[in-house]
């Protein structure tokens, strides 16, 4: 089947990953991340003081802001900063940094569709280059069932989720076991999805449990290759700071 991106022939196929760290001297920790045309800006400030109202007496409090293209954030916008705002409650290790503050600042450079993920992927990044401790690196991937084919497509483009009849975005976290994805089927007594390496997934659309199924075990094998990249980032990163250091 030929997708609307002559770029891919596959409906597994991912576009071209780009990342670069510590882009922004204010920033305690800053990274951007593309998927393809998609591409987000992310900011990290924190821990770091905060207002007597917004201490937490046992762990940091954790704030995002999602700026937009052009114009003031809206719906759309503010549902990003939820969605990536209770995954990483749940993320990163705030109790060791009580009564301070942690604010994410994600900005949308460029959007040609998964921008949700595209966001995840680049707070990840800049998490990680703050050095804010995490219990695990997450990865995000986004699929649609085409409304013509009914087949499965990684990573759309704007065009393709134009023609989608469901859309899923899902984030992993890097503790799954890589080599089978066992853990995300469904499992045979409860016929309910193994969500252990889950952190977040929504979907939107008309769609059955089965396809949901296969939406996520196809977004799981894609989510290792991001996780594989983004440790390759990171792993560059140390590496080309420690060479600096030796200078």
Same mark, same amino acid.
């Given at each position: ?44 400030? /924190?821990?770091?003081?905060? $207002?007597?109202?917004?201490? $937490? ?13 052009? /114009?003031?954030p809206g719906v759309k916008d503010k549902a990003i900063e939820r969605n990536i705002r209770e995954v990483l409650e749940s993320l990163v290790l705030s109790g060791l940094h009580p009564r ?14 998964? &921008?949700?993920?595209?966001? +995840?992927?680049?707070? &990840? ?26 087949? &499965? ?11 989608? $009849? ?8 890097? $503790? ?37 199924f296969e939406c996520a075990n196809a977004c799981f094998s894609a989510a290792q290759t991001v996780h594989g990249f983004i440790r390759t980032a990171v792993s560059r990163k140390l590496t080309?700071? +420690? ?5």
């Amino acid at each position: 089947m030929s997708r609307l991106d002559r770029t891919r022939t596959s409906p597994n196929q991912l576009r071209p990953f780009f990342t670069s760290q510590n882009l922004l001297n204010r920033a305690d920790g800053s990274a951007q991340f593309d998927f393809g045309e998609s591409s987000v800006l992310c900011s990290v400030v /924190g821990p770091a003081e905060v $207002k007597i109202r917004d201490e $937490k007496l046992d762990r940091a409090t954790i704030d995002v802001v999602a700026r937009p293209l052009v /114009g003031i954030p809206g719906v759309k916008d503010k549902a990003i900063e939820r969605n990536i705002r209770e995954v990483l409650e749940s993320l990163v290790l705030s109790g060791l940094h009580p009564r301070t503050g942690i604010q994410i600042v994600v900005q949308t450079m460029r959007d040609d569709g998964c &921008i949700l993920s595209t966001a +995840f992927n680049a707070v &990840i990044l800049a998490l990680l280059d703050a050095g804010i401790p995490l219990r695990s690196i997450l990865g995000s991937v986004t699929c649609i069932i085409d409304s013509r084919t009914n087949q &499965i497509l990684l990573d759309p483009t704007t065009e393709e989720l134009s023609n989608a $009849k469901s859309t899923h975005v899902f984030v992993f976290d890097n $503790k799954v076991p890589t080599t089978t994805t066992e853990d995300i089927a469904m499992d045979g007594d409860s016929g309910r999805l193994d969500q252990s390496g889950i952190l977040f997934s929504d979907s939107t659309g008309l769609f059955t449990e089965e396809e949901f199924f296969e939406c996520a075990n196809a977004c799981f094998s894609a989510a290792q290759t991001v996780h594989g990249f983004i440790r390759t980032a990171v792993s560059r990163k140390l590496t080309r700071e +420690f060479q600096q250091t030796r200078v």
